[in-house]
């Protein structure tokens, strides 16, 4: 296992700590550093958006805490939901009056937990909001779309949701802003290596040499094909024109392009990915 | 070989095509896209920052292209120089008549074609000065500083420099800004596995599963221990004894530390190490 780490059950609360030290823009706004919000939350008047997740995704989620994104994060463990408690915690470091959007990736343990944490805010007299992102066209097919991933398509509700209520627009504008943004985002992910998860050490699926998986899910679940590693624009072209067809784009629609890599994609094969495509 | 590209040989200009589309603030300065520099250049009035040195270690060089930061760079192949003629390009398109500072990596090849582009634009009327990174406290001890190789501390002068020039400081300033800056910046740098070039298809060298690196270099160059991997906290303390030791720190002083990777360090690692050392 080649990490640089200490003893992996300490792995995410020193992730949080040395985030916390190199980013004086966050505070901690629980005792286990789990739910970290601006460091000027809550913003008097200002929607407050959470999000939250488990950990090993960075920069998603907590990388997007920050002027125009997200005021407060839940940070579970790896892979892992964080409780209710630490999304109730961040819930109520943001709330400013005017309510709380929950923006989360679609996976069971969170919606349990976030739901749980919208009762703790409503019996607190904070009303909250649900948007969740699920992009990831290989999951599930477009009669589905509910059902499937969120993946790196959140990047651009974080972004649309956090500038709308930057500006000011009230609970029900910003959800419904982050909820439209949100279904007019689709992805799809290309696996070459599994993760290795620190606590277990070893990896969580199994690729050889030279192939790769199309349709990946951000914690390793299984994809739609699995062959040889292919050229970048060969690749691109496999990813374009599944999303090209899901959001039926026709010629001279603009679109924002996201090219991102799971942690471990050197910058240079993004950006020639970013012109092939 | 676990590398989204198309041709090997194609591998640098379409990363440069791939940064020139994702970033609508830079543009090519040289038909051959190697030469890309600031869209605003050249201010008029405003010393010149021009950085370069061989593809593979983004966001190093052309990453550091922008406000406060470098005017200009010359992209050479991986792991290669840039060609004087590149470097003139960048120079003459970042010239705003107040001068150009050189700021690169200590590698003679790089030094060899910044020198003859200092010829071209002497001839041309453009003076220039010249700051080497040479921060690698592994490479050569502090009795041979000017030996060291440039490596990740060259970014503190990117920036320091960088805003010097921003500033209107004119080049003798920005010059002795730079090398101060240089002097009292020291790096070591750890891996845990080998690069492999596009071009070869193979790893630089070999480090068995379970080992690490210290003091290995930017391109792989051999470090100065080789041994089984170790925890994040006695890493750091490795790193930081060899550092504090050669930048004859004193308790009390105000210090900027500097974690990065290589490229496939996960974020999640380089935040635990900021937290431990």
Known sequence: MRKII????DFVDEVVEGMLAAHPE???ASADLRAVVRADAPRPGKVG????GGSGHLPVFAGYVGRGLCDGVAIGNVFS???AAQVYAATEAVSGGAGVLYLYGNYGGDIYNFDLASDLARAAGIPTATVLA???VASAGPERRSARRGVAGMVFTFKIAGAAAE???DLATVTAIARRAGARTATLGVGLSPTILPAAGQPTFTLDEGEMEVGIGIHGEPGVHRGPLETADTIADRMLDQIVADLDLAAG???GVLVNGLGATPLEELYLSSATS
């Not at 958006?49 to 939250?52: E, R």
């Open 6 to 9: 200490n003893v992996p059950g």
């Open 26 to 28: 966050l505070r901690a």
């Open 49 to 52: 958006l959470v999000t939250g």
């Open 81 to 83: 939901s964080p409780s």
């Open 134 to 136: 699920a992009d990831d």
């Open 167 to 169: 500006r000011g627009d």
């Open 253 to 255: 629609q603009r679109v």
